[in-house]
């Protein structure tokens, strides 16, 4: 379980960067929680672990993504709904390329 809480507190250290910037709003906290795990699809429930953000606001927000092309949908599993980001915005690019980019700098690869 401490690996598990380990995890969690690192994910949290790593997804500050936008909010540093725009600030604590729902909206930037799971677009950190996409761009952190850019080649991954997240469900609703992955989301609201991973950002801490209300469940309700959590699916607000995903309409909101959605309607914007932050977002698309994914697979399902059951009836899960998964998400991920939409990389052929111009906005979601450089997000991940600047994600992308510190990633590599922590593992000594630039």
Same mark, same amino acid.
């Given at each position: 379980?401490? *690996? *598990?809480?380990?995890? @969690?507190?690192?994910?949290?250290?790593?997804? #500050?960067?936008? #909010?540093?910037?725009?600030?604590?709003?729902?909206?930037?906290? *799971?677009?950190?929680?996409?761009?952190? @795990?850019?080649?991954?699809?997240? #469900?609703?429930?992955?989301?609201?672990?991973?950002?801490?953000?209300?469940?309700?606001?959590? @699916?607000?927000?995903?309409?909101?993504?959605?309607?914007?092309?932050?977002?698309?949908?994914?697979?399902?599993?059951?009836?899960?709904?998964?998400?991920?980001?939409?990389?052929?915005?111009?906005?979601?690019?450089?997000?991940? #390329?600047?994600?992308?980019?510190?990633?590599?700098?922590?593992?000594?690869?630039?």
């Amino acid at each position: 379980m401490d *690996i *598990i809480r380990d995890k @969690h507190y690192i994910l949290k250290e790593v997804m #500050s960067v936008l #909010s540093e910037i725009f600030g604590d709003y729902p909206r930037v906290k *799971i677009l950190e929680a996409f761009a952190d @795990h850019f080649e991954e699809e997240l #469900s609703i429930p992955g989301i609201i672990w991973l950002t801490d953000v209300p469940k309700t606001m959590v @699916h607000k927000c995903i309409k909101k993504l959605l309607d914007e092309k932050f977002l698309l949908e994914g697979d399902t599993l059951g009836e899960t709904q998964f998400y991920y980001l939409n990389n052929e915005k111009q906005e979601i690019q450089i997000i991940i #390329s600047e994600r992308l980019a510190e990633k590599l700098e922590e593992r000594g690869l630039v």
